[in-house]
């Protein structure tokens, strides 16, 4: 009874501070904005319900109208099919799981390491040409990757860089997203932190691995996610000819879009596509938020 006493009383506690955080919400405004912010999150979570469903749906339920969400006759066919649609390949299948690891692995390293080096002398040091390299990075957000392909492919043919990994993973290096996560996170890094460090004899790369690394956790885990999600589903697109530097999401594209009878094995691969940026983002969600609302507050 002792134990149970402690409990009420925590909870009453609990619900006390509650109460005073909502700055005198009534419970009906607190349902309505449940209800409201509930259906919103339905609508949100329906096309990764159903691309969960379907994969796990026989070809007649895939293609019933209206769409069902639940399957009635759950079925592993559609994994069967594409593992055999898979193995039919001229090029190993391991192959292309290597170009996709490889190219993530890399390129995620790799936008990491250029956006936090370059934003640190952008966020805290002032030098000719720094606030309108920080206006044009800014700017830059506005562009959308599709007008950009023409300038990449051309850049890549001057490089003689077609047709290789580093096709993909330099345009990656260089994404303006990042490189705004990590300087917006960075300036509020208080000056004085820094020129303690100075002071006790920390030069520029000590001060930059041991302290405002660190302190920007949140912020370059955010960008290892956003960049493991897009290198993930990259599929090289117009950039890689040979087959064997192909990355594995172009493969399955292939084999599924080759007909209609295939939906099913396009329907698993949607999946399979879809578990490891999904459960990396799950995992990292904290740290997304964090870095979110940190990027928006003004200097």
């Known amino acids: ?29 607190d349902i309505l904005m449940f209800l409201f912010l509930g259906f919103f999150a339905f609508f949100s979570v329906w096309p990764l319900l159903l691309i969960i469903f379907n994969a796990f749906k026989p070809m007649s339920e895939i293609f ?16 069967r099919d594409l593992s055999i649609l898979i193995s039919n390949s001229w090029v190993p299948v391991s192959r292309y799981i290597f170009n996709t690891v490889f190219i993530t692995v890399v390129g995620t390293v790799g936008t990491v390491l ?3 080096m370059a934003a640190f002398p952008l966020a805290k040091y002032r030098f000719p040409g720094s606030r309108v390299m920080s206006e044009m990075i800014t700017y830059a957000l506005m562009f959308n990757g599709t007008v950009l392909t023409v300038p990449v492919y051309l850049i890549m043919s001057y490089l003689n860089l077609v047709d290789s990994y580093w096709a993909i993973l330099l345009p990656a290096f260089t994404h303006t997203l990042g490189l705004f996560l990590m300087r917006n996170f960075m300036t509020q890094i208080p000056d004085s932190l820094l020129e303690a460090a100075k002071i006790d004899g920390a030069r520029e790369l000590r001060i930059f691995g041991s302290i405002v690394m660190p302190v920007c956790k949140p912020a370059w885990i955010t960008l290892i996610i956003l960049s493991f999600q897009t290198l993930w589903g990259e599929t090289g697109g117009q950039l890689i000819y040979t087959e064997t530097l192909k990355p594995f999401s172009y493969a399955i594209s292939q084999i599924v879009n080759s007909g ?3 939906t099913g094995a396009a329907s698993a691969s949607s ?10 983002f799950i995992i990292s969600q904290n740290n997304v938020l964090e870095t979110m609302a940190t990027s928006g507050i003004k200097e």
């Not at 149970?4 to 005198?24: E, I, N, S, T």
């Not at 019933?64 to 994994?79: A, G, I, K, Y």
Request: proline share 7%; aromatic share 10%.
């Open 1 to 29: 009874m002792q134990q149970v006493k402690v409990w009420l009383q925590k909870a009453d506690a609990a619900y006390q501070r509650f109460r005073f955080k909502r700055k005198g919400r009534s419970v009906t405004l």
């Open 64 to 79: 019933l109208f209206p769409p069902r969400l639940m399957v009635e006759n759950p079925t592993l066919n559609n994994f």
């Open 114 to 116: 250029i956006a936090s």
């Open 260 to 262: 209609v009878s295939r």
């Open 271 to 280: 999946l399979i596509m879809l578990i490891v940026p999904v459960t990396v």
